[in-house]
């Protein structure tokens, strides 16, 4: 095999691969479109992500730019920033969860946008979001990323968490949701669906976010049972994070 055959028989594996990782995002974004307004019934009662909006408002002066990265039906973060006086932008993969969102919180804007092209040229050609890609380096004062990023492989999630970063002012704060759990990109059952999670113990994730650029001001833990579920609790874990450099 030439040269020239080795690079095409490359970038052909390389496109098969990333055609696969879309259709796979589609799949879990379709997977949120059937559960609908059950995740509000069964997650109703989120006082670790209060906690963490709540430092984000006593931090950001009135009218802030804030993203909310996977902001699902807008409950409650963007809700709770956009009544505090922020100028919340909102971005999920799920149009039936972006629909809910817009008729609870209109006074904030939504985007359906894959967290994988965060600031990337592919959120405005391929989304029509280009504030959010290479354009909108340095532009935020913070964001948001409540159990979002666990739908990723872990080697996305590090990806992600380094871009989310880029978005950010100087010393711009992240707030970061996870389920505390040793596993990759594995099979989980939720709400009759197949969805496929990423945890990390909390002192790895701490690590992962100063390896992002992060420095971790604070890590909140919290026990939850989802409403009517037979499972065991989930640890949920809360960071609040500064950008670095």
Request: glycine share 12%; net charge negative; proline share 5%.
């Amino acid at each position: 095999m030439t040269d020239e055959q080795s690079a095409a028989a490359a970038d052909a594996d390389r496109a098969s691969a990333a055609g696969a990782r879309r259709a796979e995002r589609a799949r879990q974004a379709a997977v949120f479109d059937a559960i609908g307004g059950r995740y509000q019934e069964v997650f109703p009662a989120r006082s670790g992500q209060l906690a963490c909006g709540d430092w984000l408002l006593a931090e950001l002066p009135s009218g802030a730019r804030v993203l909310d990265v996977g902001c699902g039906a807008g409950e409650p973060t963007a809700r709770q920033l956009a009544d505090g006086g922020l100028r919340v932008t909102g971005v999920d993969l799920s149009e039936g969860m972006l629909a809910q969102a817009r008729a609870a919180v209109p006074a904030a804007s939504f985007h359906r946008l894959d967290v994988l092209d965060l600031g990337l040229e592919s959120a405005g050609s391929r989304w029509g979001v280009p504030e959010l890609g290479p354009k909108g380096s340095g532009s935020l004062d913070a964001a948001a990323a409540f159990f979002s990023l666990l739908m990723l492989p872990r080697a996305e999630i590090a990806e992600t968490l380094g871009r989310i970063r880029g978005l950010l002012r100087p010393d711009g704060l992240f707030a970061l949701g996870m389920v505390e759990a040793d596993l990759d990109d594995a099979p989980l059952p939720f709400l009759e669906q197949e969805i496929r999670v990423s945890g990390y113990l909390r002192e790895e994730l701490a690590a992962l976010l100063e390896d992002a650029g992060f420095a971790v001001e604070a890590v909140d833990s919290r026990s939850y049972a989802p409403a009517g579920s037979t499972q065991p609790p989930e640890t949920q874990l809360y960071l609040r994070c500064r950008r670095t450099g």
